[in-house]
């Protein structure tokens, strides 16, 4: 089944410990996407790949680091997470960037940092 | 990207057709109109998207006006399961960044 996955699905922190969340597509997409999720503030980018090795900075990308060494994962890092960062997450891809492909979401992470 | 205007909420009876209107009055050529929908805390969720022409898939049927600045997007026989939030978003093709800028969206209720 062609899916987006992310893990872990809900998370407890505390400030300053540094953690990753795993983000896998199967569709062999080239474009792949970290969104965060906030009451009143909507889906807001955090960043983003256009493929193997390229990144780039979305609207929200402060605290935040990724990586892209293979075209299947595109794990989202917080090197020492603070509260401001309890959030919903979701990863996202799409078989290129741009209109007209369709981006395809994750489940989405469920983080709470205290 | 174009700026999409939607009403807050609407109500539809189960079995019925939901129509989702979306006014992108500033639309230029060379955008899409896509929906989107997001069931309580779940992943976004992709159903359709057009340029010019009316689209239909297993989910949706999108039709858009000749003059583009507006669509409606029709769930012909809605479930109850089909209680979202709805998005219209509108993008330029090959976008810098390919940013979906979701708006407030129509929360659609489907009542029994």
């Known amino acids: 089944e062609a899916q987006v996955t992310q893990n872990p699905r809900y998370l407890i922190t505390v400030t300053g410990k540094k953690l990753t969340v795993t983000c896998s597509q199967n569709?062999?997409?080239?474009?792949m996407s970290w969104y965060r999720q906030d009451p009143g503030l909507g889906l807001r980018q955090i960043y983003y790949s256009m493929n193997v090795e390229v990144t780039d900075k979305g609207d929200v990308p402060e605290g935040y680091k990724v990586s892209r060494k293979e075209k299947r994962n595109f794990p989202l890092i917080l090197e020492s997470p603070s509260p401001n960062q309890t959030s919903l997450y979701f990863c996202?891809?799409?078989?290129?960037?741009?209109?007209?492909?369709?981006?395809?979401f994750g489940p989405g992470t469920r983080l709470t940092v205290t | 990207d174009a700026k999409t205007t939607q009403p807050p909420s609407m109500d539809c009876a189960e079995g019925r057709a939901a129509n989702l209107p979306c006014n992108h009055s500033t639309i230029s050529g060379n955008e899409y109109v896509y929906w989107y929908r997001q069931i309580h805390s779940q992943g976004p969720q992709y159903i359709i998207h057009?340029?010019?022409n009316n689209e239909t898939n297993e989910m949706a049927s999108l039709i858009i006006t000749e003059d583009r600045k507006s669509s409606t997007l029709i769930l012909p026989h809605a479930t109850l399961r089909d209680t979202a939030v709805y998005y219209c978003i509108v993008r330029e093709r090959e976008t810098s960044g390919s940013r979906l800028t979701f708006g407030e969206g129509t929360q659609l209720t489907v009542n029994p």
């Open positions: 057009g340029l010019k």
């Open positions: 996202a891809s799409s078989f290129k960037w741009g209109a007209p492909y369709e981006q395809y």
């Open positions: 569709m062999n997409h080239e474009y």
